[in-house]
């Protein structure tokens, strides 16, 4: 008896030092990183399941932060299906899958430079969307004609921003707002693989993610908390960058669109030259 209580004290000490390390990892930096790759891994493997790539049997590979050598972006695309709100949203019938990407946490603060306003990641995105008009009577994002359609281009875009970021983050409604301040369209650009994409590139006047922590919310599971001490107001409207690749695929009876939102240039020309652009888009198994 006397040899097991001789051994009952220093394992009392271990019990104690994992507990006190389990709580510090709880509230270090690491542990809102490694949280968010395991919840996001999971969920966008579930999301993938329900999406448009399986139902119509398309494959869209849009590479990750892991594709490069910097710490610049999220390791891998998450999947979103948003097929009712969009269509509410719309008063259409509609299928929505969104693939999106953000800026990488950072190891100081345990959140996504999403938030972080000397960051060229700040207030930045980018990724595809896979929409397909369920009535068979139309391509979304093009006329009849085949012409595009700026304002369905803009009203997908518009949708995500407003009522899947910001309203996941807190923004109120009525401060919301993304106003298109110029664009310009070039045709028949050769992208990813494929002829007659159709390119957008506009300025668009946007509120920011960045924002004072008050309170959990869902959104910070993926993104991390916002920083605390931040001399910004919340929400700040900042002129942005967007850049839409858009064509309608007949073989998947689906329009794909592939875009870059920030509001730098060399952090757009970056992302569409090392990362987006090789994208891979093709039928699936």
Known sequence: MKKIGNWKKPLIIVLIVVIALGVLLLKAPL????????????????ENSKSLMDKQQVSVQIPGGSSTEEKDWYPFVMVFNDNEGFSQYTGRDLSLSILYNFGAFSWNYGSSTLYKDD????????????????SG???????????????????????????????SLGCPAEQQKMDVLSSEVKSGVPYAGYEGWEQIDAIILVNS???????????????GNPLKKTSLE????????????????????????????????????????????????????
């Not at 542990?31 to 579930?46: D, E, G, L, N, P």
């Not at 998947?252 to 970056?270: G, H, K, M, N, R």
């Open 234 to 285: 919340d929400f700040p409207l900042i002129a942005s960058r967007t850049r839409i690749y858009a064509r309608y695929f007949k073989e998947f009876d689906s329009t794909v669109f592939l875009y870059i939102l920030t509001p730098f240039a060399d952090t757009l020309e970056q992302c569409d030259q090392q990362i987006l652009s090789k994208t891979v888009i093709a039928k699936s198994e």
């Open 137 to 167: 009577q139309s391509k979304y994002g093009f006329s009849a004609d085949g012409k595009l359609n700026i304002s369905e281009i803009m009203a997908v875009t518009e949708y995500d921003y407003k009522k899947l970021v910001l309203d």
């Open 209 to 223: 993610p960045a924002h004072k922590y008050e309170g959990s919310r869902r959104a910070y599971i993926q993104y």
């Open 119 to 134: 960051s060229p990641y700040y207030a930045s995105f980018y990724g595809g969307y896979l929409i397909k008009d369920n």
């Open 31 to 46: 542990y809102a990183q490694v949280r968010s790759y395991a919840v996001m891994w999971a969920y966008t493997k579930y």
